[in-house]
């Protein structure tokens, strides 16, 4: 599949009233998302931030495909995918979605190399994984397995991995939460490298707010709905940032 070119005078990605309710009936009900609208221009790097439990895992699941709303609505593009079937949604996570969540998910008995094949293996114009893989600063570890590698090695492999199937956006949890700050940097470096060179709309939701300073836009949930949006004139390199 042939991936539409950046326009950033286009949202990627639309919500317009959308909620999510969890529980009722026998338990309390929890409103994940309370009515929550949003329009994110494509090719930004977007830093989400806000306490546990305030919604930003949430929207991420439902704009990447994993999770259902209960009501309202969100597009991809002009694709509306909260009218989609399960079959649609597998579909577009296949075909535009990179996901990169705190824990690694690496297959411990394949290389760096080997892990990154698992996608282009069946991506229809994937990068080679050796590219993805120097793109993120590991072209010196394409033979090393995962228990050989330092936990930010093992994070940006996670990242070349969600990239080398040239996804449209990339989608990322908590990527340095479990790094200390040298590691992270890099992590996010490699973030930065990868929305810079391809435009690829970049998601972060993080609890670091000094993450913020490297986005073009930052949104802050509180109790399940959107009460803060503002854009960064200047943004400092990863390098410059930090915890």
């Keep these: 599949m042939t991936q539409t070119a950046p326009d950033p005078g286009r949202p990627v990605f639309r919500t317009r009233d959308l909620t999510k309710i969890y529980g009722g009936g026998a338990t309390a009900e929890v409103r994940a998302l309370d009515g929550v609208d949003l329009d994110l221009p494509e090719g930004e790097l977007v830093v989400l931030l806000g306490p546990s439990g305030s919604g930003k895992s949430t929207l991420l699941n439902i704009v990447g495909g994993l999770d259902h709303a209960t009501s309202g609505q969100a597009w991809f593009r002009d694709q509306e995918l909260t009218a989609m079937t399960d079959r649609q949604l597998t579909r577009y996570r296949r075909d535009h979605v990179g996901f990169v969540f705190q824990f690694y998910n690496l297959v411990a008995s394949l290389t760096a190399r080997e892990n990154v094949a698992l996608v282009t293996d069946v991506a229809d114009n994937p990068m080679h994984p050796d590219e993805a893989l120097e793109l993120v600063g590991l072209s010196g570890r394409l033979n090393h397995f995962p228990a050989q590698m330092s936990g930010g090695e093992q994070q940006r492999v996670a990242i070349a991995r969600a990239i080398a199937k040239r996804p449209g956006v990339l989608l990322c949890d908590e990527p340095t939460g ?20 391809f435009g690829t709309t970049t998601l972060v939701i993080t609890h670091n ?9 930052v949104i802050r ?23």
Excluded: Y
């Design 178 to 197: 479990a790094l200390d700050s040298k590691t992270g940097t890099a992590v996010l470096a490699a973030l930065d490298e990868v929305n810079s060179r």
């Design 209 to 217: 707010a000094g993450i913020r300073k490297m986005a073009h836009r």
């Design 221 to 243: 949930f509180h109790d399940g709905r959107v009460v803060e949006v503002a854009e960064n004139d200047t943004r400092l390199p990863a390098s410059e940032i930090a915890w």
